[in-house]
């Protein structure tokens, strides 16, 4: 009784009140806390607590993330799919792995026990890494599902946002409180940090899983359905359908975006406790305070909800990147000169370039929603979930290969485990990691993100259209502005997009 009241409740469309909102964003604690305390502290944790070099951390990390993105190719398609089989039908595609992923996320405790070996971190970290991007890719697609308004979507993913810079804070304030109670020569303050978000993400993404919806079978544009349709089969369209997925302009370049920002925002984050410590001469507990002011997102992703509405994408890409590269150029006249009050200027320039990051990290996945309905007039179908798949599998590449060529530069210029100074060639190889690493990969994004040309209007268009097909309207009645707006976001002349006879089975 009790399961068939919960499979009730995930196909039931609700409202998207503030409640919704919060409950659906929670679950981000896992994609800001998470990644930001494996990017600040997971490499700096191994050199000084586990005996490691940093390509011995480098290489965990990258491994990991390398299963991951194969975990992450697999369960797109699977996820999208999985209404077919008996699970998927009774507890959602979405939501059955949800409700499995959560108790599992307290994996994420095992990865700060300090003192074991190189084999026991790889299989922990790729454990937790692998399991995390297993519930994040079905959960990303949740706005796609409850909603097609845009403003809605828009509520769900500053809600996710919000809650994403509220986890990107805490991951770095509450490090280095502890490091001010127990010392920062001790391990305990780590294991410590990852026992209490463990427990936060597995309770955030139970509240998530019990308090969204998903739609029914019934309303999924898509062939009848075959229970007895093999895996290997399943598996190979979903291969071709990766490959589609590159077909969509607006994709492409959204990916581009995505990905050189948030790797640059990746160098940043592995090499800043490096920066402050072996470069700045400062100790960890202010390299953590400093993070810690990433606490300006939660500001900005209220701020950046509005902005985004009234502005779109492309005036927040340009604003966001545009900070945080004239920070970086501040943090290198800063190592360079020495200044006195080093630590008042680290902060005020932190203070800015956390501005800027907040809303490199909020703008892309407010858009992500919005790429499978551009899609949606090609293939005929909502395909989010291969989408979010792809994007996670290329994330997770991206990210294994910073971190490898991250650890294996700074040991290439005499990195010294658990040393407390560095030889001056390392110093100048941390600072150029984080200037023109960083910088380098923010300016590429920043390129693409001068042409992206999806928007609340230009969304709006395609929708309606979308609409206007599934219930059985013809091509020939379609405007020329909506010709050319398909056009212009997918990259396909509207004489090829709509599959011939494509309807909704409610529609048929």
């Known amino acids: ?198 427990i936060i993400f597995a309770i955030a993404m139970f509240f998530t899983a019990f308090n969204t919806w998903e739609r029914p079978v019934s309303e999924i544009a898509t062939d009848d359905v075959d229970e007895k349709e093999s895996f290997f089969k399943v598996f190979a369209e979903d291969i071709k359908a990766y490959f589609s997925t590159f077909k969509i302009k607006s994709f492409r370049k959204h990916l581009a975006i995505y990905l050189f920002s948030f790797t640059g925002k990746d160098v940043y984050n592995t090499v800043f406790t490096y920066f402050c410590v072996y470069v700045l001469g400062v100790t960890a507990t202010v390299a953590a305070n400093v993070l810690s002011l990433s606490i300006v997102g939660v500001a900005m992703t209220l701020v950046g909800g509005f902005l985004i509405i009234k502005f779109g994408p492309r005036w927040l890409y340009m604003f966001g990147y545009s900070l945080m590269l004239l920070m970086l150029v501040a943090y290198y006249l800063i190592a360079k000169t020495m200044p006195e009050h080093i630590v008042a200027l680290l902060f005020v320039v932190s203070f800015v370039y956390q501005i800027g990051r907040s809303t490199l990290e909020f703008t892309p996945w407010n858009v992500y929603p919005f790429i499978p309905d551009v899609d949606e007039i090609v293939a005929g179908k909502n395909r989010a979930g291969v989408f979010a798949s792809v994007m996670t599998f290329l994330r997770n590449a991206t990210a294994a290969l910073a971190t490898v060529l991250v650890g294996v530069f700074l040991d290439a210029n005499g990195f010294v485990k658990g040393a407390k100074t560095q030889p001056l060639g390392t110093q100048h190889a941390i600072l150029n990691a984080l200037v023109f690493g960083a910088g380098g990969l923010i300016i590429i994004a920043l390129l693409f993100a001068l042409t992206f040309k999806v928007n609340k209007k230009t969304h709006g268009i395609v929708v309606d259209e979308v609409n206007r097909l599934k219930a059985g309207g013809s091509k020939a009645d379609a405007t020329e502005e909506t010709k050319s707006v398909v056009k212009t976001l997918t990259g396909i002349d509207y004489a090829n997009v709509w599959p011939a006879g494509k309807t909704v089975k409610g529609n048929k």
């Open 1 to 198: 009784m009790a399961f068939n009241k919960l499979s009730k409740r995930i196909y039931t469309k609700r409202d998207i009140t503030l409640g919704t909102a919060v409950s659906f964003g929670i679950t981000d604690f896992i994609g800001g806390g998470g990644q930001t305390i494996i990017g600040a502290w997971m490499l700096f944790f191994y050199t000084s607590y586990c005996n490691l070099t940093a390509t011995d951390g480098a290489i965990i990390v990258g491994v990991g993330k390398i299963v991951t993105a194969i975990v992450g190719l697999l369960m797109g398609g699977f996820t999208d799919n999985f209404y077919k089989h008996r699970l998927g039908k009774k507890f959602g595609r979405r939501h059955f792995f949800l409700f499995i992923g959560s108790p599992l996320l307290l994996c994420f405790a095992l990865m700060w026990v300090s003192g074991l070996n190189f084999w026991y971190y790889l299989l922990t970290f790729a454990a937790f890494d692998a399991i995390s991007t297993a519930v994040m890719i079905p959960f990303e697609t949740l706005p796609t599902e409850m909603t097609t308004d845009f403003n809605k979507r828009t509520k769900l993913s500053t809600a996710r946002m919000f809650f994403s810079a509220s986890a990107t804070f805490l991951a770095t304030f509450i490090p280095g409180q502890l490091f001010r109670i127990l010392g920062q020569n001790s391990p305990v303050p780590f294991f410590i940090n990852g026992l209490l978000f463990a």
